[in-house]
C-alpha cells in the first residue's frame, strides 16, 4: 500500500514538472514575447550614424532660395524710383572692377546706372561656401578704391563712404544707393551719407528677409 501511494505521488509529480516546465527553458509563448521586446529596443537603439546631420542636410535640401533676379525686383520694388541701377555688370567686368573671378562663386548679379558719373550699383555674389571670406575682401578693397578714386567728387564720396556690405547665408550683398542726393546737398556731407545710409538699409532689409524667408 505504500509502494502505490509513492507511485502515485512520483507520477503526479511527474505530470506536474511535464506541465508546468520543471527545465529551465523559457515557454513558448513567452520566448516570442521576449524576442518582440528585445527587437522593440534593437530599433530604438540603431540609431543610424550621422542621422541628425543627413535629416538637416534633406531640410536645408528642402529650402527654396529665390533667384538674384527676384531678389533685385524686391529691391526695386522697395525703393521704385529711387532705384537708379539699370545696366547689368558683365562677369569679364565684374572681375575687371572687383576682382572676383568665375571660380569663386556659383552665380551673380551686378547693375550700375547708365551713366558712368553715377555711383548706385548693386551686387549679388552667391559665393562658394570657401570663398564667402574671399568675395568679402575683394568687395571691401573695391569700395576703398572707389573712396580714393571720389576724393574731389563730394556727392559721389558720400555715396561711396555710406556703401552697406552684407552678408546673409553664403549670399554677399553689396549695396550702394541714394539715387538723387540733391534733395540733401545743401545739407552737408553727413545729411547725404545719412541719407544714402537709409536707402541701403532698406535694400539690405529686403535682401535679408527674401533669402531667410
Known sequence: MMKKKIMIVLTAGLVLCSLSGCSESTPTGEMVNNKRNIDEQNEILEIPVGSSYVENEEQYAKKTFPTLTQLREEVKEELVERYWPEIFISEEELESETGITRNMYIEFLAEKPSTETNMDRLIIIHAKEDYVGAVEQALEDYRLRMIEENQNYPQNLCKVEASRMETIENYICFVQLGADTSIV?????????????????RAVDILEKAILR
Open 185 to 201: 546737398a545743401s545739407k552737408g556731407k553727413d545729411e547725404i551719407i545719412s541719407y544714402c545710409l537709409e536707402e541701403n538699409e
